[in-house]
């Protein structure tokens, strides 16, 4: 523990009845509140504070401090609450020295791993500007023009997806009968509002029945005549599909899971027997999922083929495209999405490859009226008839965060964010081309878009490989030594990448394989960030092979 914090924990927590204690107490908070000089003063002083925090944080190389978790731990394990107001300094000292000096650094150029990334320099005044206004835009009467403001942004985006024509847009963009799409906090409330609105409007009230949502799922099955429900999709679907299936009451093994082939993408024999069999017992098929940008590999189906065959079975199509999504900036890349204009609704992550904050996530709608389906109301919020954004959405309090969207799409534009796509995947491809030139790398698979999969191979096994003559226990000495590898290399924190697990098949079994997961999404990224990735991974790998045997 640092001064700062054993001095808070070694407070009085009973509180004392006394007047001047009550006022003093008094004062101090009301000083955080208003707008006086001394206040304004405070806050000067805090954000000096911070920025200082920030700057520092920002043009740190590492990815990562070398201080164990157990130590963390050690600092955060205090329970009480403070009875009287803190000093400021020295809780951001405390901060500072808890808090940021042990925070990954998502933003720098070593850091590629996972799909967070630098953000463009306006996200931090224009995060500073949405705390001060402090909207809920899920109510009109909360978020008079920051309502408007978000259903412009989401219609550039749903243009973009579905290019209609320009009467489509003059109709929708501002039509409160209309919804476009939906801003939430992530790609999974996105794929769970997507389902949510497949589900409803497939079971919806008709004659006497009052449809799913006032009489439940079981009813609504009997009623329509089916036998149960699921929802198919690749076997690499993100793992809010499993929440989904979970949420919606029809279990998780009601979720089918589609083999992929060797480019990681959806097998359409395989999924389109599987839908006819589907059909055939009479299940109500929720939706057909695709995926543009599978999480472990960037892997994207056949969009166009899922779309005919959901088409063929009148099956909604959902394609989650949080990650791969923004292709469609891309003149040179944006035919990977073949097809994705032709789903019913799209999953695309503001946080991921729109370069924004944390915790924007978007599902775009071909009918403009489908999500009534899920629509709300009640007495005290979200009326009938109302601009409320709110009434067709799963969340009832959220952050305006529809700021950062905005202007990332005006502030960078379609070729900001072009160029932006194609060096990632430019970046990734040179990644790719100097594993494949490396004896101490398997590159597992041809990237799609900008994620790569490979292994570090030990020395005494590199012929084998290139052999085709690996045993299982050979592949399993293999993953042992990757994992342990990964591992050691986010905890030394000068670089970072990712590990997952893929399958392959061999002599008819299937057989994991531990992967290193490179994600170059972060515009600070040069070659020479990724030959110091390689590199590290080299020097920490000799040293294992030392301290450990993994023969």
């Known amino acids: 523990m640092t001064l700062s914090k054993q001095e808070l924990s070694n407070q009085n927590y009973f509180f004392e009845p006394d007047q001047a204690l009550h006022n003093d107490i008094k004062e101090q908070v009301m000083q955080l509140f208003s707008s006086s000089n001394q206040a304004i003063s405070i806050e000067e002083k805090i954000e000096q504070i911070i920025n200082g925090f920030s700057e520092d944080f920002l043009t740190t190389v590492n990815s990562n401090s070398r201080v164990e978790l157990n130590y963390l731990l050690g600092n955060f394990s205090d329970s009480k609450i403070p009875v009287e107001p803190v000093n400021f300094e020295n809780y951001l000292q405390d ?89 939430v906090s992530g790609g999974t409330v996105a794929n769970i509002t997507a389902l949510w609105c497949a589900r409803n409007a497939s079971l919806g009230a008709k004659d006497e029945f009052l449809g799913i949502e006032k009489e439940g799922l079981a009813a609504a099955l009997d009623f329509y005549g089916y036998k149960g429900a699921v929802i198919i999709g690749s076997e690499l679907m993100h793992f809010s599909f499993d929440k989904a299936a979970d949420l919606m009451g029809i279990g998780m093994q009601s979720l089918i899971r589609i083999p992929t082939d060797n480019k990681n993408r959806v097998n359409i024999k395989a999924l389109r027997q599987t839908v006819k069999n589907c059909l055939a017992k009479n299940l109500l098929i929720i939706s057909i999922v695709g995926v543009a940008g599978t999480t472990d590999s960037g892997g994207v189906d056949s969009l166009a083929d899922i779309a005919e065959i959901a088409q063929a079975a009148n099956v909604h199509f959902h394609v989650d495209a949080a990650w791969g999504g923004p292709l469609i900036f891309s003149e040179q890349h944006r035919h990977k999405l073949a097809g994705i204009e032709k789903a019913d609704s799209v999953t695309i992550d503001g946080h991921k490859q729109l370069y924004l904050p944390m915790g924007i996530g978007m599902v775009f709608l071909r009918d403009p009226y489908i999500a009534t389906a899920i629509e709300k109301q009640a007495s005290y919020t979200m009326r009938k008839g109302s601009f409320d954004l709110g009434k067709r959405a799963l969340e009832g309090s959220r952050a305006g965060m529809a700021l950062f969207l905005h202007a990332g799409l005006n502030l960078l534009g379609l070729k900001g964010y072009e160029f932006l796509i194609d060096e990632g995947i430019r970046k990734t491809q040179y990644m790719a081309d100097s594993i494949s030139n490396m004896p101490e790398f398997e590159l597992l698979a041809i990237p799609d878009t900008n994620l790569l999969l490979y292994r570090y191979i030990p020395e005494h096994l590199r012929e084998r490989v290139i052999k085709n003559e690996l045993t299982e226990n050979d592949n399993q000495v293999i993953n042992d030594f990757n994992e342990y590898l990964q591992k050691l290399q986010r905890q030394t924190g000068d670089t970072f990448i990712s590990r997952t697990t893929k399958s392959t098949i061999k002599s008819g079994r299937e057989i994991p394989v531990v992967a290193l997961r490179a994600v170059i999404a972060n515009p600070l990224t040069k070659e020479e960030d990724i030959d110091a990735v390689l590199k590290d991974q080299i020097q920490i790998a000799a040293k294992i092979s030392i301290l450990k045997d993994f023969s």
């Open 95 to 183: 901060l500072g020295n808890n808090v940021v000096a042990h925070s990954i650094h998502t933003s720098s150029p070593r850091f590629i791993g996972h799909m967070t990334s630098a953000l463009p320099s306006f996200v931090r005044p224009m995060a500073k500007l949405m705390t001060a206004m402090n909207q809920n835009p899920v109510k009109i009467e909360t978020a008079k023009a920051l309502s408007f403001c978000e259903r412009e942004a989401l219609a550039m985006l749903h243009r973009l997806i579905y290019n209609f024509s320009d009467n489509f847009y003059a109709q929708h963009i501002q039509n409160n009968l209309s919804t476009l799409g939906i801003l």
